[in-house]
């Protein structure tokens, strides 16, 4: 095994993804209380106790509303970009100073036999970041809460072996739907999320002869449904000649732990 992983809860309601190496344990985002986060661990049949440390990717409370908790009951090191530890220092409570790290856009962090990317995207918070993961010759790229997925983007996220990427909406769904016009504009734009094809139309450039397997994240609960966005991608994917298992992930349960081999 060189790089396991769980996506412990993906949506708009809270944020939390899972992932190992033979050193490491890592946390990215906290976006539910700090019961559901423990609960999350429980059903996944891992313990947080074991956590090495946590990454952040942006301040929205979907991703960062368990943060201090967590970090303070398991005494975690915290890991995020300077605009982003000022605009959520406010909402995650008192911390040490050995808890606060900078992992700034556009660097790779080295965390035992893990090595870490870091790579902006286009959404509506203080400097959004998200983190490609590589150990053991294994990759695993995290990309979701972006607007568009740009060339830049592809170039990092590529050829990886495991990818958890957004699919947040069916298009038509989103603007038929009850969400105001402003909303629904936030989310079409490029600062907003990416749709269930245009998830599809990334995928189809950036995954190789390694991927075995996509999980896609961030479904939103009321413009979409797993069932249309597992059509959706995987229809466009077998337009290019790819076959490839995608998975489901889920705002309230933890999938099975994956090893990357």
Not at 91 to 105: A, E, Y
Not at 157 to 182: C, K, Q, T
Not at 202 to 225: G, Q
Not at 249 to 254: A, R, S, V
Request: net charge negative; glycine share 6%; charged share 25%.
């Amino acid at each position: 095994m060189s790089l396991r992983f769980s996506v412990l809860a993906s949506g708009s309601t809270g944020n939390a993804f899972y992932i190992e190496s033979k050193k490491e344990k890592i946390l990215v985002d906290a976006g539910l209380s700090g019961k559901q986060i423990d609960l999350l661990f429980e059903k996944a049949h891992l313990d947080p106790s074991e956590l090495s440390r946590i990454l952040v990717t942006h301040e929205h409370s979907d991703h960062i509303k368990g943060l201090g908790v967590i970090a303070r009951k398991y005494n975690l090191p915290i890991y995020a970009n300077e605009k982003t530890w000022k605009a959520m220092e406010h909402s995650i409570g008192k911390l040490t100073v050995d808890q606060k790290f900078v992992f700034n856009r556009e660097e790779v962090q080295t965390f035992g036999d893990m090595d870490i990317e870091s790579f902006g995207v286009s959404h509506d918070a203080a400097e959004p970041q998200f983190y490609t993961f590589h150990s053991g010759g294994k990759k695993v790229a995290l990309v979701t809460d972006l607007g568009y997925v740009s060339e830049r983007i592809k170039k990092i996220v590529e050829d990886a072996d495991a990818y958890i990427f957004e699919a947040n909406h069916d298009v038509d769904m989103l603007r038929m739907g009850r969400y105001p016009w402003s909303v629904k504009q936030r989310i079409l734009g490029d600062s907003g999320h990416v749709s269930n094809e245009d998830s599809g139309l990334a995928l189809a450039d950036v995954i190789n002869n390694n991927t075995k397997r996509i999980y896609l994240a961030h479904l939103s609960l009321d413009n979409n449904m797993k069932d249309l966005a597992r059509m959706s991608v995987s229809r466009i994917l077998e337009e290019r000649g790819i076959h490839i298992e995608l998975c489901d992930t889920d705002p309230k349960e933890p999938t099975q732990l994956y090893d990357v081999v």
